[in-house]
């Protein structure tokens, strides 16, 4: 298996723009998670899926932030209007749901906001 | 309010040397995980620990978890530099991340 892949891997945008970042989590895996980190804020769950289904989107900051996972393959997090705090890298994981499943993590999509 | 703490938040050790990390966290948890994260890079799992005094060993790490203090600890015996990177401890129920412990191993 390939991993967890993100797309882009770089993306540099102006504020007002929307961003779409992609996932394509690890097949077989039920649960996948969407994380921001920061060196101010540290690593923070935006929102996590289980079976498609979003769980628990508490940590998605504000209204400009939407997630969505059409199928078991594939997830986006939106972005719109974007702005300059939300620079950070944005990382995609999953996870089975065996009972020494850990999840593993994507290589991150660097998103910065000009 | 729910927190995950780690500590210390900088660790420079010389090689050859031993020590520990230390994570507590405020509420109870079915699973605990360690990972470890490169400059620049992405995390990488290490441990799942599942069960109050549950052990583990990977080369020079080993990770430990005792849920009645809320503790986990990760010891580092006999540094060596490839070590260096920064370390999370993360609580399965709220999938809430440690602060980190970044680490700077010195030849």
């Known amino acids: 298996d390939a991993g967890v892949i993100q797309s882009p891997r770089h993306e540099v945008t102006e504020m007002g723009q929307e961003v779409t970042l992609r996932c394509k989590p690890i097949s077989g895996h039920d649960y996948l998670f969407w994380y921001r980190q920061t060196m101010m804020r540290g690593l923070e769950l935006l929102i996590y899926f289980n079976n498609n289904v979003p769980i628990d989107d508490s940590g998605m900051p504000e209204d400009r932030f939407s997630a969505k996972m059409p199928n078991a393959s594939f997830s986006t997090l939106k972005i719109q209007p974007s702005e300059p705090r939300d620079s950070a890298v944005y990382f995609c994981?999953?996870?089975?749901?065996?009972?020494?499943?850990?999840?593993?993590f994507g290589p991150g999509t660097r998103l910065t906001v000009l | 309010e729910l927190k995950v703490e780690q500590n210390p938040l900088f660790l420079s050790m010389q090689e050859g040397k031993n020590y520990t990390i230390y994570c507590n966290y405020s509420?109870?948890?079915?699973?605990l995980y360690w990972y470890r994260q490169d400059p620049g890079k992405s995390l990488e799992s290490l441990f799942v620990l599942l069960s109050n005094g549950a052990v583990k060993q990977e080369g020079r790490l080993m990770a430990s978890l005792d849920t009645k203090a809320r503790l986990s600890t990760l010891h580092i015996t006999a540094a060596v530099h490839d070590l260096s990177a920064t370390y999370f401890c993360?609580?399965?129920?709220?999938?809430?991340f440690g602060t980190g412990t970044r680490l700077k191993v010195l030849a």
């Open positions: 994981a999953s996870r089975g749901d065996r009972g020494m499943d850990t999840q593993y």
């Open positions: 993360a609580v399965e129920s709220l999938y809430i």
């Open positions: 509420t109870t948890s079915d699973r």
